[in-house]
């Protein structure tokens, strides 16, 4: 633990790095109130003092299931991140993994998790932008077997996809977990919106017939898109906003690039079997069908959507990112795994302020006793592992003078700025003052 805290500590963009070689053990021997960790010189070399140290780790209110396991098993080594580090975040995590890479250990917190995401992200552009392309084309080309009808609406889809991305580029917004679906879901409706050109009968005259309900499609597309587009959350905003923009453009190919391309090198009506089929025997016998029972075919669709909104209403969101990942993910199960062995791992950070002028200080015995009583009524609440606050501090020192197990807390405001000067070379206690 002590050769760890050492390496992460020279890392580039670590402001500080907690562990139990590092953190402050207090504690009393003899009148001396100690404030360091009792491990700067190493472990004590006989098994009395060893013992000794141990219960006083498993007593001490900030380092047990912070710093170490309840059973002693398993131990942490938190790194603070500087607050620009963003830049270079990921060769961050790559450093930290590369030093654990010859022990039995487990890494997590956002920056792991956002690392995770930017390289599954990368990954799947990779994949699933081919992936796309080439269903599209075997698709398009079993039911229209002409070149000129699986270029023009691959065509109109990668111009979509192009100008939405480009335009992140452009604006220097960089993609996230929300917005890599554009790509996919551009090119898709870019080959819908073509494929009514591609697909309309007496060449020209029925381009023009069809480019008036291909124009106004894309059109109510962009404005249920721009209808998100003015939200607070930026990850809604920013697919909404580009989605917008491809769908505009996706339009506007369609209704200009598709035919040109066309008229460079025409489709032809020529049609596969297939294609004959569901034209004309398949399209037939439904439309009959449906003509002759409509009454069944709109109550068979109430039933449906009577069903479907039942689920509606048990509609859940879920925002957690551990969940994006599947169950067999490293970085899901390093999580699982520390989460179940110490507290901590997602911290909800509260900071109390004073109203008005009624409270002159908020360092003051009766303040700090509330915030006490605060921390007690949380700590029992379902999904709390521990609380800290300036009250374990404290108590700590209190424990220390008075010997009573839990401490006790200053209750004048003399006793209570001794113990801030007792605790004045604890630099860590930045994080709870």
């Not at 309840?70 to 991140?81: C, E, H, R, T, Y």
């Amino acid at each position: 633990v002590r050769d760890l805290t050492n390496a992460f500590s020279r890392l580039n963009g670590v402001r500080r790095v907690d562990s139990l070689s590092n953190v402050p053990l207090i504690r009393s021997e003899g009148d001396v109130l100690r404030t360091d960790s009792g491990l700067e010189g190493g472990l004590p070399s006989n098994s009395a003092d060893f013992e000794t140290l141990v219960e006083k780790i498993k007593a001490d209110r900030i380092a047990n299931r912070s710093l170490v396991s309840g059973d002693g098993k398993s131990f942490a080594i938190n790194v603070l991140l500087d607050e620009d580090v963003d830049a270079d975040r990921e060769a961050l995590v790559r450093d930290v993994e590369s030093i654990l890479g010859r022990y039995d250990a487990r890494v997590t917190g956002v920056p792991v998790f956002r690392t995770a995401v930017n390289s599954r992200t990368r990954s799947e552009l990779v994949v699933f932008i081919p992936l796309t392309i080439s269903l599209l084309c075997l698709t398009v080309a079993a039911f229209m077997p002409r070149p000129a009808a699986v270029l023009s609406p691959l065509a109109v889809g990668g111009v979509a996809a192009i100008v939405a991305l480009g335009s992140m580029g452009f604006l220097g917004v960089p993609l996230s977990l929300s917005t890599t679906i554009l790509p996919s879901i551009l090119l898709a409706m870019g080959c819908a919106y073509a494929m009514h050109l591609v697909a309309a009968p007496n060449g020209h005259v029925g381009m023009i017939g069809v480019a008036w309900p291909v124009a106004l499609s894309g059109l109510t597309t962009t404005l249920g898109f721009l209808a998100m587009a003015a939200g607070p959350i930026s990850a809604i905003r920013q697919l909404s906003t580009f989605g917008a923009i491809g769908v505009a453009a996706a339009t506007l190919a369609a209704t200009t690039l598709a035919p040109a391309i066309l008229t460079l090198v025409p489709a032809g009506a020529s049609s596969s079997r297939l294609v004959d089929l569901l034209r004309h025997e398949i399209s037939r016998q439904l439309h009959r069908s449906v003509l002759c029972r409509w009454r069944s075919v709109l109550s068979i669709w109430a039933l449906f959507v009577t069903f479907a909104t039942v689920g509606l209403v048990r509609l859940e969101i879920a925002t957690d990112i551990i969940l994006w990942f599947p169950e067999s993910e490293v970085v899901r199960q390093d999580y699982k795994a520390i989460r179940e062995r110490l507290s901590g791992i997602t911290p909800v950070n509260i900071l109390v302020e004073p109203r008005d002028d009624s409270v002159s200080d908020v360092h003051s015995p009766a303040v700090v006793s509330a915030v006490d009583r605060m921390s007690e009524g949380l700590v029992h609440r379902p999904g709390v592992g521990k609380v800290l606050s300036i009250a374990d501090p404290l108590r700590l020192v209190g424990r220390a003078f008075s010997g009573s197990e839990g401490g006790v807390l200053p209750t004048t405001s003399a006793v209570f700025v001794r113990c801030l000067l007792l605790l004045a070379g604890v630099d860590r206690l930045g994080v709870v003052v």
